[in-house]
């Protein structure tokens, strides 16, 4: 089983809302990922979570906050974002063993739009 | 500095031909590759992987060729049908000591194909 899951499917939200995303995985795996995607383009990193702390950010905005209660559950807090924050935000997972080459799994997605 | 090129942006094949996807790279150290197919609205599904010990590997349909002294890998699918119509994104790492993984990735290749 390779399933990431992501909620919600869908977001509408406007500029001085307040909305998380969440995501879950049951394969173990230690390492879990936020990425961005734009229209035409390829994912794009925001942040790493590496046995549940802060491994990598990539000098993402602080109205994007991230969040990993347990090593299963990654959750991306929203707020006060902007019209080009639009885009589908993808979580991934990965086993995390150093030295070895590892495989990144996607979830489905959440399409946002900030109107 | 793009260190995973995908140069083609779109590629159309006749269903039942073979597809060929290419991908180059700049980074000698990437030593794990990946290709990822992605349909609109969804998250990148993993195909296949190769690392850099080997120069192919195949699953199905699928096989990856890699060419280390022209840091050059390719996908091939044989043979083709309507519901690989996708976009294809080709992957490196790099094998680290520590530190999360990060992935690099191309800029994708829309694959259509034509009945």
């Known amino acids: 089983d390779t399933e990431v899951t992501q909620t919600p499917k869908h977001l509408v939200m406007g500029m001085t809302n307040k909305k998380s995303l969440k995501c879950e995985q049951h394969?173990?795996?230690?390492?879990m990922y936020w990425y961005k995607q734009k229209a035409k383009k390829p994912p794009e990193l925001m942040f790493v979570?590496?046995?549940?702390?802060?491994?990598i950010n990539e000098s993402v905005p602080s109205r994007f906050s991230p969040e990993c209660p347990n090593s299963s559950l990654l959750n991306l807090h929203l707020h006060a974002l902007q019209p080009e924050d639009s885009a589908l935000y993808l979580c991934?997972?990965?086993?995390?063993?150093?030295?070895?080459?590892?495989?990144?799994?996607f979830g489905p997605g959440t399409r946002l739009l900030v109107l | 500095d793009q260190q995973v090129k995908q140069n083609s942006p779109s590629l159309s094949v006749q269903e039942g031909r073979i597809s060929i996807l290419n991908c180059d790279y700049t980074n000698s150290m990437f030593d794990y590759f990946l290709w990822y197919k992605k349909y609109p609205a969804e998250g990148p599904t993993f195909l296949i992987s190769i690392s850099s010990i080997k120069d192919k590997n195949e699953d199905g349909r699928f096989t990856v060729f890699l060419n280390k002294s022209a840091k050059h890998l390719s996908l091939h699918i044989v043979p083709s049908q309507p519901g690989d119509s996708a976009v294809y994104f080709c992957a490196a790492s790099a094998r680290r000591i520590q530190g999360a993984q990060k992935l690099v990735f191309g800029q994708g290749t829309r694959l259509t194909i034509n009945p």
């Open positions: 991934a997972s990965s086993q995390e063993y150093y030295g070895f080459l590892e495989t990144q799994y």
């Open positions: 979570y590496s046995y549940e702390k802060l491994s």
């Open positions: 394969m173990g795996h230690r390492a």
